[in-house]
């Protein structure tokens, strides 16, 4: 489940990566450039949320250790 998650994270911040080379700074509204920012909105939203399932995951691993 960890390398999983570890990839779909890489994936997410490829996303990132090329939506921000989609960004037309001069015109940051329009057209493309808002489809940009949406796509990086969500694939932040992605990131955050696999990294509170992998410490979800790691604290549920303690509790099933201490009992």
């Known amino acids: ?3 999983f998650t570890n990839i779909l994270v890489f994936l997410a ?16 509204f329009q057209g493309d450039s808002m489809v940009a920012f ?11 949320i696999l990294l509170i399932f992998r ?3 790691k604290l549920e691993e303690k509790m099933n250790d201490n009992l």
Do not use: E, Q
Request: proline letters at 3%.
């Open 1 to 3: 489940m960890k390398i």
């Open 13 to 28: 911040l490829g996303l990132i990566i090329f939506n921000i080379t989609l960004l037309d700074f001069s015109h940051p």
């Open 38 to 48: 949406i796509g990086i909105g969500a694939s932040f939203c992605a990131v955050l």
């Open 55 to 57: 410490m979800s995951k």
